[in-house]
């Protein structure tokens, strides 16, 4: 039998694409080259899978361009970079990667939070820049965590990792909006109450934003909502750029309309707001919010898992249109 063709966009675990190698015909980006989107046409030419890490856009140009391709499997929870319904429309399959990254993103928006409240990064830099020469009593002060209340936006299994660190390790009182209210049993569990965005960010000492990005949560936190939060609060991003405004954040973070943000993402990423860049009340780190060894490596291979489930088996294991499966 002849093996598939599938195509690794980004560089990978030399093991991943040694998994791979056992049963397709392997190209790959080892290179890391940022490939254009007219590049990535021309490597997906006859190949039935793309192996892709979440930057790499796949819309109805692109497959109308790549007939061949049948599965596009994403090392990322996020599919953003997906226009899943061209793919269906195409059958074309997209799969993502859940689960695997949910507690180490969690304790990743923790450290943010963490980093952001008690201003760890810029009193760091005021150290490493020679500027510490005495202890005064007012030096960073910073916002407690224990016993605030922390509000959640978007209460999917990441929300619910954050909740439950933040009402059991740290007791806070949890409040969270989402799309769809949480099963009580679920509540209980992570002792949080549902409660509307405007209460949520009037009332919170710190808002984590774990949202989905999709049209409709584009600027999810802008200078409206920006002006209903507490002068003492933190805003965390740990979901994808384009759910907050980031213009209008580097402003209220000049103002000090709000005290402080951590953000791990960030809109037109790699690139960041250049007036984020200057204001000191910031802590910016580059998407890594999923970075150990240990989850990235489960992440690559779920992603494996996904094309060989599909392309050897016919069971890819966590597809996001399952619709293509019916059709085939
Ligand atoms: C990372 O941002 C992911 O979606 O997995």
Redesign the pocket.
Known sequence: MTKAKVLVARSIFPETIARLQAHFEVESNQADDNWSSAQLIEKLQGKQGVFTT?SERIDGALLAACPELKICA??????NNFDLDAMTARGVLGT??PDV?TET?ADFGFALLMATARRIAESEHFLRAGKWKKWSYDMFSGSDIHGSTLGIIGMGRIGQGIARRGALGFGMKVIYHNRSRLDAALEAECKASYVGKEELLKTADHVVLVVPYTPASHHTIGAAELALMKPTATLVNIA?GGIVDDAALAAALRERRIAAAGLD?FEGEPQVHPELLTVPNVVLTP?I??ATVPTRRA?ADLAVDNLIGFLVDGKPVTPLNPAVLAGR
């Open positions: 979440g994403n090392m990322a929870v996020g599919y993502n990667a990254l993103t994808r993402v998407h919010a999923s992440m």
